[in-house]
């Protein structure tokens, strides 16, 4: 089977507009939430959000015309910025490859066109289109392989990553261009998942947002753009690329249960991470790192903590376990590819970022959750969960580049 590698990177996010700055930031304990501003907070029970700041559209604007950034609302423009940037980090932006066999796949659960953009009547047909932004990175590069995106709520742009990954192997492309993006601070996003009953409602964005601890009380929003560059290791070495890592496993599922709310005692879960090793021929044994869905939710931290240890058994407590949506929030679509990230630069740096605000420990969920602080470990494998709302489960297995 083909191995498949990572060669770009890219992000937005609200704690750094880059990927350095962004896994500076997870380092550093860095928290991008705050009382929202871009909407009144007035009929919100939420007020908090992990909201971008406009710093980002310089960064969009390295890579992009003025007349094309015009045409696409916030959230489209903030993948854009991570498409850039990962396409640079690439070497994708120049240089000779058969530009016919790249494809683009994107996670898009709403492009965001409402509230605060109603005010920019321009390219209102464009702005709605929710294929807008891998069209635009198409036709931009003049990628002519597959470009579409998907929608499986907070799993989409893992499942983007899974999907190319199968178009890399089956023989359909040489690279694909992955990612997704959101933008949560909107009234109907805000309002809705208030209705779910879903999300904190502590007004404190110092601890909002507690993954695994004893007081968590749902998630905190959050916005920005992940974009992850896969390719065929044959393709990557006739380019001479860098290669940050393999993509070595994937797996796609439906827990077939509820909308809303997870498998009892996670057993999709476990599911979902079974799959993905057996893609990659991996043994549990041989993953160092696990960057969790965690969410901050009642149910998630908990039935996730059962599934590894359903899948880890007693190894699950040498293994540090954290998640990063304390620090950028729960950034739905993007969530997948931010998060990968994260594995990709815990592998290269031999570091695992914290889970900041862990306060007061659960004594149900009992794992080394990295509590505030980075920890240095040898990470020659990880794994990243993303579980949507649908029953939407994707695990992403990534391996040190041999």
């Known amino acids: 089977m083909k191995k498949i ?37 007035e009929g919100h029970d939420t007020t908090v959000a992990a909201q971008v700041d406009d710093s980002f559209e310089a960064e969009a604007s390295k890579y992009w015309k003025k007349r094309q950034l ?13 498409a850039g940037e990962a396409v640079a980090d690439a070497g994708l932006d120049e240089g000779e490859f058969d530009r016919s066999r790249v494809g683009v796949i994107y996670g898009v659960i709403d492009n965001s066109y409402e509230d605060y953009e109603l005010d920019k009547p321009l390219n209102i047909t464009l702005k709605k289109m929710p294929n807008e932004l891998p069209a635009l990175v198409s036709i931009r590069y003049g990628f002519g392989g597959p470009a579409f995106n998907l929608s499986t709520a ?20 040489d690279m694909v261009v992955c990612g997704g993006i959101s933008n949560t601070v909107t009234h109907l996003v805000i309002s809705g998942f208030n209705q779910l009953l879903a999300m904190s409602v502590n007004p404190d964005p110092a601890t909002a947002a507690r993954p695994f601890t004893k007081n968590r009380d749902g998630f905190i929003m959050g916005e920005g753009g992940g974009t992850v560059i896969i390719e065929s290791e044959e393709s990557a070495k ?18 077939a249960f509820n909308l809303t709310a997870p498998k009892t005692d996670g057993t999709g879960m476990s599911i979902s991470m079974r799959m993905a090793l057996e893609n990659a021929s991996m043994s549990p044994d041989e993953i160092d790192y696990i960057n969790a869905h965690g969410t901050s939710t009642g149910l998630n931290d908990l039935y996730e903590t059962m599934a590894i240890k359903d899948v880890f058994g007693e190894r699950a407590y040498d293994i540090p376990v954290s998640s990063v949506k304390a620090s950028i929030g729960h950034t739905l679509a993007a969530g997948g590819a931010l998060e990968a990230i994260a594995c990709v630069k815990a592998i290269n740096t031999g570091i695992v970022p914290p889970t900041i605000h862990y306060d007061e420990p659960d004594p149900e969920l009992d794992l080394n959750y990295v509590p505030n602080k980075p920890q240095e470990h040898t990470v020659n494998a990880a794994i990243s969960n993303s579980f949507g709302f649908g029953g939407h489960n994707a695990t992403l297995v990534f391996r040190k580049y041999e």
Not at 74 to 80: C, K, S, V
């Open 70 to 82: 015009n045409a696409t609302t916030t959230t489209t423009r903030m993948g854009l910025a991570s």
């Open 154 to 173: 907070c799993a989409s742009s893992a499942y983007a990553l899974a999907i190319g990954k199968q178009f890399i192997e089956n023989g359909t492309c």
């Open 5 to 41: 590698v990572v060669t770009g990177l890219g992000a937005v996010t609200a704690i750094g507009n880059n990927v350095n700055d962004y896994w500076e930031g997870l380092l550093a304990g860095k928290c991008g939430m705050r009382t929202f501003d871009r909407i009144p907070t």
């Open 238 to 255: 006739a380019r001479g690329a860098k290669i940050y890592c393999e993509l070595a496993g994937a797996a796609m599922c439906s827990e």
